[in-house]
């Protein structure tokens, strides 16, 4: 878990994988007054495995949404030479259900809906950057991932009010995503 967070795992849970994500939090607005405040849709990502980064070379970790919320939102499927690193894809899967799709090229390790459990304001400029999350499963399909945190963001806020914006719109963001499973489901490799 990265240096400084309080978001410790359940007891008994082992870190399976990290993931940096990039992608986008999306957002409607019934109308776009100043009366109207944007409400969450979901959001969509690509992740990338960062798991030998979370060790060795944390501080760098912790850095590294800043570093990719300046370069584009990525495009799958490309031949670009970073999707060696590429993990899969997370989506809500419906509006309450946070969706991590762990099955890339070069292999399956799952899906995992969840739900959230908690959630603390992010410690750094929380009008920009999304809440930290804590994530549960509710529904595996081949994964054993239990556990889901949300760290580290970098951006995703909508702004205050729906004024000038369209009826649904996007806000770029990146984080950690830290996935922890329980040893008895088994782990992939």
């Keep these: 878990m990265p240096v400084g967070t309080s978001l410790p795992p359940s007891a008994g849970l082992i870190l399976q994988h990290v993931a940096l994500g990039r992608g986008t939090q ?4 019934a109308n776009s007054t100043r009366d109207a405040v944007p409400v969450a849709a979901g959001a969509l990502a690509t992740l990338f495995n960062v798991t030998c980064l979370a060790a ?12 990719a919320l300046h370069f584009p939102v990525p495009i799958t499927p490309s031949l670009a030479p970073v999707n060696l690193f590429l993990s899969g894809k997370h989506y809500f899967a419906d509006l309450t259900t946070p969706t991590f799709d762990l099955d890339a090229a ?5 899906k995992v809906g969840c739900k959230k459990a908690n ?5 750094t400029d929380p009008k920009t950057n999304v ?3 804590k994530l ?3 529904s595996r399909d081949g994964c054993t991932i239990s556990e889901v945190y949300r760290v580290n963001t970098a951006g995703g806020q909508p702004p205050p009010t729906c004024e000038g914006q369209k009826p649904a719109f996007e806000v770029q963001y990146a984080a950690e995503y830290w996935m922890w499973s329980n040893p008895a489901l088994g782990s992939y490799s």
């Design 131 to 133: 809440p930290w999350l």
């Design 26 to 29: 999306n957002y409607t607005c």
């Design 119 to 123: 959630a603390t304001d992010a410690p």
């Design 106 to 110: 070069g292999h399956e390790w799952g």
């Design 136 to 138: 549960t499963s509710k």
């Design 56 to 67: 060795p070379y944390t501080p760098l970790l912790q850095v590294l949404p800043g570093i």
